[in-house]
């Protein structure tokens, strides 16, 4: 602090100047969010292509550390790729595709050429394609089902029959540029627009500066392979580690139609199980826009409303045998769910021992079927064991006994070939065992979309006539619930003649098309709707709909479906929330009931008042995380290896860049201000004293 003449506390100049420098940083932060949107214009909507890694390779999409950044090009036929590949003069080039150029044939092109393109943004259309789409594989899981060269050469690589003739792979390749899908919507226009401004070459003529780029964020932590990501995860030794990549997982759901003493895991029961199965998962080419309306959907709503139909007469009638309903997660990946089961059912880890197993019953997709046929897929291989083929005979006839009155026909193909991919693949992995596996197709898949972003409920037919409310629409029957609802009484029918119920029965067993209907819109159109709000704790209900939403490392299929199977299947006792809270926190202590008490924040069925009841039912979860994660084994060819990388950052902006010699142009006008200002600061404090001299202080000066 200096002080004046007249003993005044003041400020020097050189402090004057410094203040204001400081302030004039603090009103730039102030103008720099305003300035920021005048540069760019985020894009809302968008969701990537990421990394996936397994035991060899890796696969996916991915940006630099600090985003790719191209010249925006709007690819309008596959003859325009030239401009990108070989004459644009301003590369890199960040491509926009309509949903038609989204074939193998461009995006190899465009992955070849990677030295000139920063990106692929890919317009995802209102309404599906007309020809199908696929970027899976034409044989999936090919190598971690039951048909390898040991168990059957014949019958290895689907040598026999390509299940997914349409599968392009692309899901499959790895590239070196982020791709992302945006909707059709306000963002794509902004961006159509600004190419047609700026970027568009008219007449031949080469388009001036400035011109409108694209940066796209996605950049993945992990490279190379599941078995690197993995030990760079265990040599971080940090306080709070920060993880490369993680396992695939989720859980499984499963219920009893009896209750299945869970203490003694591995211990032989007296009676014998039969396993009604369906897959809970789908996948696209982006993360996270998985509908699986086909591929997924359809078989775990059938198997969820048999569920539902048989719960009163297990109860009044309890067959021989018990049913057990178990939902696969991770089945995309290699079987990760059902290898899961099937390994801890062998380790003596499962409530159920793989001896105990008496058949399989698999529901896999049957939402689209012609002329009301399904059609019954069994493995020829463990046929040939006699015991096997006896009763694989006996389920085939029972679920045609089951089909009789119904609009729905089974039959068997007329010819010798494997199974589909299925779950059911990685029992006959473990041993020979009766079973089934229910199709709406006789040989290579229906399904025009599998495993893609199509598979939804348009494919699906889950229409609704227009001018309908969310809820009116929740309650409507469609000609699809119809037709699933009668699958589900099949299915119901069948499983109980399986389990040794009698077959005077099964006219009172019938599916509900309404519990059909409102489980294909939640999963399908709106899972934030009243009815799933009234099946789940309220804690959660806020949650629903929100996209890539995990509950503690549940997925939100998942736990919907938990507590759809804990609703449809147990029974609802008169106790309080807190009474039924404490016999759940008993039984997760001590392990030492039967039954799985749930208490339900919720709304009762067919009540419109909010208010707490308790469901008592035998539904469990289980580890859907494969077994190499466990073995530390990430080399396994017997189990699923597949990590998925951690990032970020995902996100996109346009903006105009200026040309190189401006921006050279620029930054050398920016250098030489900035080596005269340090001149001038250089001389100026050096001749301070002659600069800002005061004269001398009287000596009696005082503060």
């Known amino acids: 602090q200096e002080i004046y003449q007249n003993g005044t506390p003041g400020i020097t100049l050189p402090r004057q100047l410094l203040m204001c420098f400081f302030l004039s940083l603090s009103l730039a932060g102030v103008g720099c969010n305003s300035v920021e949107k005048k540069i760019y214009v985020h894009l809302n909507n968008t969701v990537p292509c990421v990394r996936l890694l397994n035991a060899t390779h890796q696969i996916g999409c991915q940006s630099s550390l600090s985003g790719n950044v191209g010249v925006l090009h709007v690819l309008e036929s596959e003859e325009n790729l030239d401009w990108v590949l070989k004459t644009g003069p301003n590369p890199p080039y960040l491509v926009i595709l309509e949903s038609p150029l989204f074939t193998r044939p461009i995006m190899m092109k465009l992955k070849n050429g990677s030295s000139r393109v920063a990106g692929v943004a890919v317009v995802a259309p209102n309404a599906n394609p007309p020809k199908g789409f696929s970027p899976h594989t034409t044989c999936p899981n090919e190598n971690t089902g039951v048909y390898t060269e040991e168990y059957d050469p014949a019958f290895a690589h689907c040598n026999v029959t390509m299940w997914n003739p349409l ?94 003493n869970n203490t003694a895991k591995g211990h032989k029961m007296f009676e014998s199980v039969v396993i009604a199965a369906a897959r809970l998962d789908s996948r696209s080419f982006f993360f996270d826009i998985a509908p699986g309306a086909e591929s997924g959907v359809s078989g775990f709503v059938t198997l969820l409303a048999a569920a539902q139909a048989l719960r009163n007469a297990t109860q009044e009638a309890q067959p021989n045998r018990t049913i057990l309903y178990t939902f696969f997660q991770g089945e995309t990946f290699d079987y990760i769910g059902s290898s899961r089961m099937v390994y801890d059912m062998q380790s003596n880890q499962f409530a159920v021992d793989l001896d105990n197993v008496h058949s399989v019953l698999e529901i896999g997709q049957v939402g689209l079927r012609a002329d009301s046929k399904l059609w019954l897929h069994s493995d020829p291989v463990s046929m040939k064991n006699s015991s096997v083929n006896n009763e694989v005979r ?60 199509y598979d939804n409920a348009e494919y699906l037919n889950v229409s609704y006539p227009t001018n309908m409310t969310p809820e009116e629409q929740l309650e409507f029957v469609t000609e699809t619930a119809k037709a699933l609802t009668e699958v589900a009484t099949m299915v119901a029918r069948a499983l109980y003649i399986q389990a040794g119920g009698a077959e005077t029965q099964l006219s009172s067993i019938n599916a509900d098309p309404q519990t059909v209907t409102r489980m294909l819109y939640g999963f399908l159109v709106r899972t934030n709707n009243s009815w799933f709000q009234q099946l789940i704790p309220s804690d959660l209900a806020s949650h629903l709909g929100k996209l890539g939403h995990t509950f503690l490392k549940i997925s939100e299929p998942t736990l919907l479906v938990q507590y759809l199977l804990a609703n449809l299947t147990g029974s609802t006792p008169n106790i309080t929330q807190d009474n039924c ?37 035998t539904v469990r979860l289980s580890k859907a995380l494969s077994p190499a994660f466990d073995l530390r084994d990430y080399t396994s060819t017997n189990f699923s290896t597949w990590t998925e990388s951690r990032w970020k950052s995902i996100k996109g902006r346009i903006f105009l860049v200026a040309s190189h010699d401006l921006e050279m142009l620029t930054l050398g006008v920016g250098v030489g201000v900035l080596i005269t200002s340090l001149i001038l600061t250089y001389v100026i404090s050096s001749k301070a004293d002659m600069l800002f001299s005061a004269g001398r202080e009287p000596a009696n000066a005082t503060y």
């Open 394 to 453: 006996k389920l085939i006839v029972n679920l045609q006994t089951a089909s009789r009155g119904l609009n729905v026909s089974v039959e068997e193909p007329g010819f010798s070939q494997p199974l589909p991919p299925s779950s059911f693949q990685r029992f006959l992995r473990a041993r020979p065992i009766p079973g089934v596996v229910i199709e709406d197709h006789q040989s290579a898949f229906t399904n025009r979309f599998y495993e893609s972003m």
């Open 581 to 617: 809270q404490n016999q759940r926190e008993d039984e997760e202590d001590k392990e030492s009931k039967h039954v799985r008490p749930k208490a339900l924040n919720t709304a009762p069925p067919n009540s419109t008042q909010r208010e707490g009841y308790c469901v008592r039912s």
């Open 167 to 260: 599968g392009n792979g692309l899901s499959y390749e790895e590239y070196d540029f982020p791709i992302f899908s945006m909707k059709d919507d306000n963002d794509t226009q902004i961006i159509r627009q600004c190419y047609l401004d700026h970027n568009r070459a008219v007449n031949g003529s080469t388009p001036q500066y400035p011109l409108c780029a694209m940066q796209l964020y996605s950049h993945m932590s992990a490279v190379t392979d599941t078995a690197t990501c993995m030990r760079r995860n265990d040599i971080n030794f940090s306080i709070s580690p920060e993880m490369v990549c993680d396992p695939l997982g989720d859980y499984n759901v499963w219920a009893s139609t009896r209750p299945i």
